[in-house]
C-alpha cells in the first residue's frame, strides 16, 4: 500500500464506511452471494443489518460475517468456505455445503478505514422456492433484487450499500445468467479488490488494480479506469478500458 492510504482520513462516506487515522489489523471474513432464476432474469439476496448494530447499521449486505478460529480448513480459502456457509445458515437459514460455494472475488479493506477484513465472497445458486429467515435481531429484512434494479436504487439513496457489494452486482448484472458464473469456473478466476485511496474534493475515490492511478494516485491522467468514488453515502463503479486516440 502506497503512503497515501495512510493520510488523515477524507469524512465524505461516514455514513457506510467507518473512518480511520489508525492502520489496522485486516481479519478475515467471508461473504455468500445467492442467486436465484425468476421470471424476468436472475436474482440476489440481499439482508438488511439493523439500524442498532454499531458496525455499517442500516446497510443492505449480503450474507457474511467473521471467519472464526473453528471454521475448519486447509487454507485460507478454505477456511473462508466454511465460514461463508456458516454465516448464511446463521444470517439467512439457509443450509447449503461449503463444497457449493464457489470463490468469486477477494477484497481487502483500505487502510483508512477502522474495521479492516480480508474477505472471500463467494457465489452458489439455490431453488427459486428458497426460503429464507432472519432473526430479527442483528438482521432485520431480506429481499430479492435483480442487479441492475439493486444498482438503481442504491444510486437514488433507496438502497445502503458498500463498495464490494456494489462491485459484486455489477459483476454480476454483466452476465445474463450468473449460472455461467458456476458453470464454468475458469472462464473468470476471482479478482482481487485491495483498494488505494485518494481525496478528490468532497468525495473519496478507491482505486482498483488496473486503474491508470492505482500506483500513482493521480487521478486526473489519462488511461484505463478501474475506481469507485462515493459521496454522502453513494457510490459510482467505473471500469473502462482507455480510449483509443483517433488516426
Not at 469524512?11 to 425468476?38: K, N
Not at 433484487?145 to 459484486?168: C, F
Not at 483498494?195 to 492511478?213: I, K, N
Request: net charge negative.
Amino acid at each position: 500500500m502506497s503512503t497515501r492510504n495512510a493520510c488523515p482520513a477524507p469524512r465524505c462516506c461516514d455514513v457506510v464506511i467507518e473512518l480511520s487515522d489508525d492502520v489496522g489489523e485486516a481479519r478475515p471474513a467471508a461473504t455468500a452471494i445467492l442467486v436465484r432464476q425468476a421470471s424476468a432474469g436472475h436474482e440476489v439476496l440481499l439482508l438488511k443489518r439493523s439500524d442498532e448494530l454499531k458496525h455499517m447499521p442500516g446497510l443492505w449486505v449480503f450474507p457474511g460475517g467473521k471467519v472464526e478460529a473453528f471454521d475448519k480448513g486447509d487454507n485460507e480459502l478454505e477456511q473462508a468456505r466454511q465460514g461463508a456457509a456458516r454465516e448464511l445458515e446463521e444470517e439467512a437459514g439457509i443450509t447449503l455445503p461449503p463444497s457449493s460455494l464457489q470463490a468469486f472475488s477477494h477484497w481487502l479493506t483500505p487502510v483508512v478505514v477502522s474495521r479492516r477484513f480480508s474477505t472471500w465472497f463467494f457465489l452458489t445458486e439455490v431453488s427459486p422456492d428458497c426460503e429464507v429467515t432472519v432473526d430479527g435481531s442483528e438482521i432485520v429484512e431480506h429481499q430479492w433484487w435483480r442487479p441492475a434494479e439493486a444498482i438503481r436504487a442504491h444510486h437514488g439513496g433507496a438502497l445502503p450499500l458498500t463498495p464490494p457489494t456494489l462491485v459484486s452486482l455489477h459483476d454480476l448484472e454483466i452476465e445474463q445468467d450468473a449460472s455461467l458464473f458456476l458453470a464454468d469456473p475458469d472462464h473468470r478466476p476471482p479478482p482481487r479488490f485491495f483498494p488505494h485511496v485518494v481525496q478528490d474534493a468532497d468525495q473519496m475515490v478507491f482505486l482498483y488494480e488496473g486503474d491508470v492511478a492505482y500506483e500513482s494516485g493521480d487521478i486526473n491522467q489519462p488511461g484505463a479506469q478501474h475506481r469507485m468514488t462515493g459521496r454522502r453515502g453513494i457510490f459510482h463503479y467505473c471500469c473502462k478500458a482507455p480510449e483509443l486516440e483517433s488516426a
